[in-house]
T-cell receptor
Framework: EPEVTQTPSHQVTQMGQEVILRCVPI?????FYWYRQILGQKVEFLVS????????KSEIFDDQFSVERPDGSNFTLKIRSTKLEDSAMYFC??????????????FGSGTQLSVL | KNEVEQSPQNLTAQEGEFITINCSYS?????LHWLQQHPGGGIVSLFM???GKKKHGRLIATINIQEKHSSLHITASHPRDSAVYIC???????????FGDGTTLTVKP
């Protein structure tokens, strides 16, 4: 079964450093998402992406965050200058159909980001 | 008040019992997701609903759009069903989802 792949599985960085989290969505999917889950808290939406542009972003997704689909297969989340509170599990997801009312989300296994 | 509320927060059941998890939402939605998060953290999508009812194996999900309420039922529960179950209300036009806090289900043999 096709799956969403995320790398790395764990990322440790120093506060103020830039990080790039990588995702390879399912190949024929059209919609891409990033979510995060701080330890012990609920999952939070960060951003949705369609047709090479952001569809919607949450209040969390400020100027420190950016997303890119550089080569038609990868979907990346960049955090420009990490803060301690950016420590979380980051999940990528994708979905396929034009009619999203009948389409499940497919999640990657997540990248655990630790900012020291 | 959360925009998406789940109940109960925690649920312990004996193997074989019928399980119901509830989700109420106050936001306008086009669809509602039920997700399963395993102890290792991975998330699996169980259902995406915009109306009515869906069934997959021992899992049944229903939604009442007028009442802004959805339920997830598990028939003949099994210890392997132990996980956190999450509902997420989605604005389908842009894909923005608001997540509930999750229901931690433990099924004892």
């Amino acid at each position: 079964e096709p799956e969403v792949t995320q790398t790395p599985s764990h990322q440790v960085t120093q506060m103020g450093q830039e990080v790039i989290l990588r995702c390879v969505p399912i190949s024929n999917h059209l919609y891409f998402y990033w979510y995060r889950q701080i330890l012990g808290q609920k999952v939070e939406f960060l951003v949705s992406f369609y047709n090479n542009e952001i569809s919607e972003k949450s209040e969390i997704f400020d100027d420190q965050f950016s997303v890119e689909r550089p080569d038609g297969s990868n979907f990346t989340l960049k955090i420009r200058s990490t803060k301690l509170e950016d420590s979380a599990m980051y999940f990528c997801a994708s979905s396929g159909l034009l009619d999203r009312t009948n389409e499940k989300l497919f999640f990657g296994s997540g990248t655990q980001l630790s900012v020291l | 008040k959360n925009e998406v509320e789940q109940s109960p927060q925690n649920l312990t059941a004996q193997e074989g019992e019928f399980i119901t998890i509830n989700c109420s939402y106050s936001v306008g939605i086009s669809a509602l997701h039920w997700l399963q998060q395993h102890p290792g953290g991975g998330i699996v999508s169980l259902f995406m609903l915009s109306s009515g009812k869906k069934k997959h194996g021992r899992l049944i999900a229903t939604i009442n759009i007028q009442e802004k309420h959805s339920s997830l039922h598990i028939t003949a529960s099994h210890p392997r069903d132990s996980a956190v179950y999450i509902c997420a209300a989605t604005n389908t036009n842009a894909g923005k989802s608001t997540f509930g806090d999750g229901t931690t289900l433990t099924v004892k043999p």
